[in-house]
């Protein structure tokens, strides 16, 4: 049946394709959007923005045009939000603002006009470190990262031997270890959703998402997923700049792959007060991904420059265990990766990107954020 279906956050890099994934099923989609300067670089309306989308513009934290924005929705996917864990850490109250607040304005005006489903986008981070190994093979559920005593210590997680941890696929049941501010509004966001939907007689799904990448992620963004930052850098002829050793392991999601989870999350009968990972179930290391990108744009040359130093709120490994979502939502097999980093290459090479890296390096830097 087609549905009006309302997407906060809509006219950005994930809801853009979630757009258009849901006007090909045949629903009706309205995007909620404030266009934020460091996303859509004072542009207005995006090209990327499919036509048949309806867009208001407007922020989350203000009632009056959430409830327009609701009026005949049936399902709202609420990605409306503020995404980079490095940025948090000092931007705190814009951060604890859009996302926690925002969400609390959402849900203010969803009592009186309930839907059916909402589905929120939560993120992995909240895992803080992922599950991991011993040497003798225990799980270690709360490891967490010790400060650095020298140029020699190890930069993985350690057992109480001093032995580092190896890092295993986490799964949902693992407990929150909230490590960045960015961590703890996504957490708020996930409990807002899983709480309030079900005492309003709405249907309350959270999928925690790993590293999303593809076409269309915002460029020019410096506080972005690293991959887009990568792109940016390779694309101007600069090395990437790679945090800690670039030994830190993350699962790279193509944004397609993300678009289709959300279809099936707004449609599964299982999947009311559920959590469910969103990966691709295959985990590199951002060194490997640094290299691997260059190697796609035609610039291998451009070797990452480690810079030995970690960025504050930064986990070191989680990595995605989808048993759950594949055998609960029937979460299919991701898109390759080699062919996900042509597509993203291709589209790069049409794209402008100005490189604001270093200065968003020196802005943590001079807080202490990077050490
Ligand atoms: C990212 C998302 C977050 C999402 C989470 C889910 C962004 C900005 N953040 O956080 O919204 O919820 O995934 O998994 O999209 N790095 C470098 N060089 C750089 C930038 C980053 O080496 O120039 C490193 C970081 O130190 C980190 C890794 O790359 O080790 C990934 O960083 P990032 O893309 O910011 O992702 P997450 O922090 O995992």
């Given amino acids: 049946m087609a549905d009006t279906i309302l997407i906060t956050g809509g006219a950005g890099f994930i809801g853009r394709h979630l757009a258009r994934a849901l006007l090909a099923e045949g629903h009706r989609v309205r995007v909620l959007d404030s266009l934020i300067e460091q996303v859509h670089g004072g542009r207005g309306r995006p090209d990327e923005l ?29 990605l409306a939000a503020e995404v980079g864990v490095g940025q948090s850490m000092y931007a705190v109250d814009r951060y604890v603002s859009v996302n926690d607040h925002g969400t609390a304005i959402l849900f203010q005006q969803l009592i009186e006009r309930p839907v ?15 599950l991991y190994r011993t040497a003798d093979g225990g799980l270690v559920e709360d490891a967490v990262r010790r400060p650095r005593t020298g140029a020699g210590a190890p930069w993985d997680p350690v057992d109480d031997r001093g032995r580092p941890l190896v890092p ?15 961590a703890i509004t996504k957490h708020v966001q996930e409990r807002l959703t899983l709480t309030l939907a079900p005492a309003y007689g709405m249907e309350g799904v959270a999928l925690r998402l790993w590293n999303v990448y593809g076409p269309g992620q915002a460029l020019s963004n410096p506080y972005t997923g690293v991959l887009a930052i990568f792109a940016s850098r390779i694309h101007n002829g600069q090395a990437p700049m790679v945090f800690e050793d670039g030994k830190q392991r993350r699962d790279f999601v193509h944004v397609e792959d993300i ?17 469910y990972n969103i990966a691709s179930g295959e985990d590199r290391s951002v060194e490997e991904v640094a290299a691997l990108l260059a190697e796609a744009m035609g610039r291998s040359g451009l070797r990452p420059e480690i810079a ?48 604001r890296v270093a200065q968003a390096r020196r802005e943590l830097e001079a807080r202490g954020l990077v050490a």
């Fill in 168 to 182: 295993v696929p986490t799964p949902e049941w693992k407990r929150p270890a909230l490590a960045s501010v960015y």
């Fill in 50 to 78: 499919d036509p048949d989308t309806e867009l208001v513009v407007g922020d989350v934290r203000d009632d009056g045009v959430v409830r327009r924005s609701l009026a005949g929705v049936d399902k709202v996917v609420h």
């Fill in 259 to 275: 678009a289709r989870a959300f279809l099936l999350a707004l449609d599964h009968p299982r999947a009311p007060g559920e959590v």
């Fill in 116 to 130: 059916k489903r909402v589905v929120v986008a939560s993120s992995m981070s909240i895992y803080g470190e992922g």
């Fill in 308 to 355: 030995g130093k970690a960025r504050a709120g930064d986990i070191r490994h989680c990595i995605a265990d989808l048993t759950k979502a594949r055998t609960e939502l029937g979460l299919g097999a991701p898109r390759d990766f080699g062919r996900g980093l042509a597509e993203l290459a291709e589209w790069v090479a049409r794209q402008q990107a100005e490189d």
